[in-house]
């Protein structure tokens, strides 16, 4: 009786990690900025920091598979995210830029935005040029 309890317990423990695992992200800094608050470049709040959209933004960018991470970060985020990967998708390949910007140029989705401290929520057609004019790369 005491080994089949050992035996259950040893195969609940190792369900249990397995389940853990399986719903950990693959990429946390991927899976951070999916679903970043606030589409911010350059310093934010009172004391002018930079945000956790932007850092998550400057690792990916800085991988040898920084295209296909912001592919999938576009296809997936929130509207947030798709800015930031818009931003390094045109640092990347302007002509791909070109082709996943297109619908949105006149879209009324809007993103949440954070410039200083003032944060306000505005249509993805102005983030769209915004980054055409370079506005967010050289932050």
């Known amino acids: 009786m005491v080994t089949r309890i050992k ?23 991927l899976h951070g900025i999916a ?13 002018g920091v930079t945000s956790q959209g932007e850092k998550d933004y400057r690792v990916i960018l800085s991988r040898s598979s920084a295209l296909a991470e912001f592919e999938k970060l576009f296809a997936t985020g929130n509207p947030q995210a798709k800015a930031n990967a818009l931003v390094g998708i045109r640092a990347l390949d302007v002509d791909r830029y070109g082709e996943l910007s297109a619908p949105l140029r006149q879209a009324s989705l809007k993103v949440t935005i954070q410039h200083g ?22 932050q």
């Open 35 to 47: 679903g970043v608050g606030v589409f911010a470049f350059g310093g934010v709040g009172i004391a």
């Open 7 to 29: 035996l259950l317990t040893g195969k609940f423990l190792l369900l249990t990690t397995a389940l853990a695992l399986a719903e950990q992200p693959a990429d946390p800094t």
């Open 117 to 138: 401290c003032v944060i306000s929520h505005v249509p993805f057609s102005a983030i769209v040029k915004g980054i055409d004019a370079g506005g967010y790369a050289d």
